[in-house]
C-alpha cells in the first residue's frame, strides 16, 4: 500500500495474486473493533479463478520479506503482470501477506484472517481475531499475529487454531518478526568473535600501519584498544596480551610493552604526526566529556 495515499477516500481492496507476485506494504495498526472467535471456522469470502495454472512460490513470510524489513526479493518479476484470481476480503487490507509453503495469510482491517491457497485462491480457514492488528508471520508451521491490546497470538497455519497466547502489558503495533527456525542457534553462532573495522583493516596491514590508517581517516584519533585487541585475539580476554602490557601501552612505554603486536601498534600511535590516544576506555574516556565542556565554555 501507498503510504502517501493515507487521508484519501480508500476504495473497495482485493487480494490480488498476479503472474509472480510482487508484494509491499506499509506498517500501521487499525483500530476498528470485533469480537474474538475461539475457533476456526469456514467463511464465504469471494474469491475469483481467472487461471488455473500454479503461482511462483516465493516466501515471503512476514512484513518486509527479510529482517531487514526491506521487502527485497531477488527473483521478483517484471511487468506486465496478469490477474490469476482475485479473493474479497471484505474490509480494507492494510499489511501485505504473510506468504510460505504453498499458502498466503491475509488479514483486514476488522483483524479477519484468511488463509488462502496460492496456486487458486481458495480460502483454507478464516479466524475472527478482533482489533488493531499488525502483519501477519509466518514460521515453523505457525501464523503469528499482534494486536494493539497486547495479544500476541500463533495459530496452526494447516487449520488456524490457537497454538499459544502471549500478552504484552503494553500495546504491540509493528508486525512480528521471525528469524531463524526451530534448531537452537548453535555453539558456533553463539560464540561468534567480535569484529571492529579497524581491526579488520590493521589485520590486513599490520598494527604498524595504525598511524598511517588514522591520517587516512581523520586529524586524531582516541582509541580503545580494547576493541582492537578482542578483534585480533577474540572474545576471551586470557587471549589477550596480559593486563600489564595493556596499561603500559596506554602510557606509550614502548620498551615495557612485551606482546608483538601491542608493542608495534603503540609504537605507530607514539610516532605518529597526529594525535592519538590509547586506552580510550579507562585513561581518556571519562575526561573527554569534561574536556569538550571546559573547551565549549571557553568559546
Known amino acids: 500500500m501507498d503510504c502517501s495515499l493515507a487521508g484519501r477516500k480508500p476504495l473497495p481492496l482485493v487480494a490480488s495474486l498476479a503472474a509472480a507476485a510482487a508484494i509491499a506494504g506499509c506498517g500501521g495498526a487499525s483500530s476498528t473493533s470485533t469480537e474474538s472467535t475461539a475457533a476456526a471456522t469456514s467463511t464465504s469470502a469471494k474469491t475469483t479463478t481467472t487461471s488455473q495454472s500454479s503461482a511462483r512460490k516465493t516466501p515471503y513470510p512476514y512484513f518486509g520479506r527479510v529482517p531487514e524489513r526491506t521487502h527485497d526479493s531477488p527473483d521478483a518479476p517484471n511487468p506486465p503482470f496478469k490477474f490469476r484470481w482475485t479473493f474479497w476480503a471484505h474490509q480494507l487490507i492494510e499489511f501485505p501477506p504473510a506468504v510460505s509453503h504453498g499458502n498466503m495469510f491475509v488479514l483486514n482491517k476488522t483483524g479477519e484472517l484468511y488463509a488462502l491457497g496460492i496456486a487458486d485462491g481458495k480460502v483454507l480457514w478464516q479466524r ?94 582516541i582509541i580503545d584498544t580494547r576493541v582492537l585487541m578482542a578483534d585480533r585475539f577474540g572474545g576471551d580476554e586470557d587471549a589477550w596480551p596480559v593486563p600489564a602490557d595493556r596499561f603500559v601501552s596506554d602510557l606509550l612505554r614502548l620498551a615495557d610493552v612485551s606482546n608483538s603486536w601491542l608493542r608495534s601498534l603503540t609504537e605507530s600511535a607514539s610516532a605518529s604526526r597526529f594525535p592519538i590516544a590509547l586506552g580510550a576506555h579507562t585513561l581518556v574516556g571519562p575526561g573527554v566529556p569534561l574536556l569538550l565542556r571546559d573547551v565549549g565554555a571557553k568559546d
Not at 143 to 160: C, K, P, S
Not at 165 to 192: N, V, Y
Not at 203 to 209: E, H, N, V
Open 128 to 221: 475472527n481475531l478482533g482489533n488493531n492488528q499488525t502483519g501477519p508471520a509466518y514460521a515453523d508451521g505457525s501464523v503469528f499475529v499482534a494486536q494493539g491490546n497486547g495479544d500476541f497470538t500463533a495459530l496452526d497455519a494447516r487449520t488456524g487454531k490457537d497454538r499459544w497466547t502471549f500478552h504484552s502489558p503494553s500495546g504491540l503495533q509493528s508486525s512480528p518478526l521471525a528469524i531463524g527456525g526451530s534448531e537452537p542457534p548453535s555453539d558456533e553462532q553463539r560464540s561468534r568473535p567480535p569484529r571492529a573495522t579497524l581491526g579488520r583493516l590493521l589485520d590486513q596491514r599490520g598494527p604498524q600501519s595504525l598511524a598511517m590508517l588514522v591520517g587516512d581517516l581523520a586529524d586524531g584519533a
